[in-house]
């Protein structure tokens, strides 16, 4: 693949999955419902968090988390067995996304892939256009993982275990939710698990204050369409 949109790519991961993940995430819960789950340990909240998130298809994240000036804002659907569909603004620029099975599509301005690093002429040329290239690229695998929700309960699950987050005391109520706080005691970051029904993540808070990120609309039909008139990367001359 193009450095060309690898460079894009790895911006966005960098604001994503790092400012996102960096302090403890946490995922979906279990089948068990109301205080059950607030009595138990983190470990075992995180471990039926693990059981749960294999059950989940479709689900909506948005929010923004924001540090120095690699501000980031997401407004994303996901079917966890097709992949997603939305929008993200990285550094005040925005872009929309969409991956279906093995191919993603991008359509930005051309200040976005200036501000990455490409070309002026190569920027003016694809701006405003949907742009296809394959998932399986090495260059976007990680990306076509963010875009999967299989994948994203997974590298959420990943960095709350290895972040070593508490339970805090109490429930916490997050939109009319009831649920537990498991925070990171380093950074303060935290993930808010629903006490009612299925413990699935209800809110995640970044680190010191930077932000937070919602995920709702679970089992709510989500519609993945291929943009019309997409061009493929391989296509475009450097």
Request: glycine share 14%.
């Amino acid at each position: 693949m193009s450095s060309l949109l690898r460079r894009p790519v790895a911006a966005f991961l960098l604001a994503g999955l790092a400012l996102a993940g960096c302090g403890g995430q946490g995922t979906a819960g279990s089948a068990n419902h109301s205080s059950t789950e607030a009595a138990k340990s983190t470990g075992q909240i995180l471990n039926d968090a693990q059981q749960a998130a294999r059950g989940v298809q479709t689900f909506h994240v948005v929010g923004a988390m924001g540090r120095a000036r690699q501000n980031l804002s997401v407004d994303l659907h996901f079917d966890g067995g097709s992949g997603a569909y939305g929008s993200v603004t990285y550094g005040g620029v925005p872009f929309h996304v969409v991956r279906i099975g093995g191919a993603l599509y991008f359509n930005a301005p051309a200040v976005f892939y200036t501000k990455v690093g490409s070309p002026t002429r190569v920027a003016r040329t694809i701006a405003g256009r949907w742009i296809k290239a394959p998932a399986r690229d090495s260059g976007l695998r990680s990306f076509a993982n963010f875009t999967s929700g299989a994948q994203f309960f997974d590298e959420i699950l990943g960095s709350a275990a290895s972040a070593h987050m508490v339970k805090v005391p109490g429930i916490q109520v997050i939109n009319g939710v009831p649920t537990v706080r498991l925070t990171d005691p380093k950074d303060g970051s935290s993930l808010y698990i629903a006490l009612q029904g299925p413990a699935l993540p209800v809110r995640i808070d970044g680190p010191r204050h930077s932000g937070s990120m919602s995920i709702a609309g679970y089992g709510q039909p989500v519609t993945l369409v291929a943009p019309p008139r997409a061009v493929s990367f391989s296509d475009i001359k450097a």
